[in-house]
Each structure stands twice: as C-alpha cells, then as structure tokens.
C-alpha cells in the first residue's frame, strides 16, 4: 500500500512557475513509477508526466512539453512537477500517482496502470 499527498498548488498569474510535491508514504516508492494528471473543470482527467522507477525514462503530454519538468527524489520518497511559464489553459486538479513496476523503463501515459492516487491540489492559472 502506498499513499500520496499532493502539496504546492495556489493561485498563480499566466507565465508565472509552481512546483507540485508528492509525498508518499507506505511501501518503498522506489520501486514505482511515477505520474501526474490532471482534471479541469468539466474535461476529464488527462496525462500529464510520468517518471520511471530509475528516473531514467520521463514521458510528457504534448501541451506542457518544454514547460514542465517531472523528477523524483527517492531518498525523500517524494516526487515533484515544476511547472513554469503557465497558461490559464493549465488550470485543473493535479493528482500524483503511483504504479508498481518491475520495468525500470516503464512510463504509461493512461491512468489504468496506476493503482495509488492522492487526493489532488488545485492549481489556478489567472490570466
């Protein structure tokens, strides 16, 4: 079992940076990949960014390519998404999720393979 907790969402002008935190908690992180989704207002949820267990392979939807950046940081079983030069397109709940793999080059852009999720931090870009 693994439990995530979202953190670093808030109120942000267009073109300006946040950084999302997942803390997680339980089994050993290391061993999951990791992503990020999000879900605005009426729209269902999309694919965000994923993680490998290794930090070796990192996947990102076309619309934040070149403006988000996803890594981990194992030792604080914590992984982060820096968002910068954000555009109110960007406004939505982000959720952080975890998938067990043994695959070290695993990074699923669907929500299926992920079996642990946090709860979600909002995030809103004015503009």
């Known amino acids: 079992q693994v439990q995530l907790v979202e953190s670093g969402g808030g109120l942000v002008q267009a073109g300006g940076s946040l950084r999302l935190s997942c803390a997680a908690s339980g089994r050993t992180f290391s061993r999951y990949t990791m992503g990020w989704f999000r879900r605005a207002p009426g729209k269902e949820r999309e694919f965000v960014a994923a993680i490998s267990w290794s930090g070796g392979s990192t996947r990102y939807a076309d619309s934040v390519k070149g403006r988000f950046t996803i890594s981990r940081d194992d030792a604080k079983n914590t992984g982060y998404l820096q968002m910068n030069s954000l555009k109110p397109e960007d406004t939505a709940v982000y959720y952080c999720?975890?998938?067990?793999?043994?695959?070290?080059?695993?990074?699923?852009?669907?929500?299926?393979?992920?079996?642990?999720w946090g709860q979600g931090t909002q995030v809103t870009v004015s503009s």
């Open positions: 999720a975890a998938a067990l793999t043994s695959d070290n080059d695993y990074v699923p852009m669907s929500p299926g393979p992920y079996k642990y």
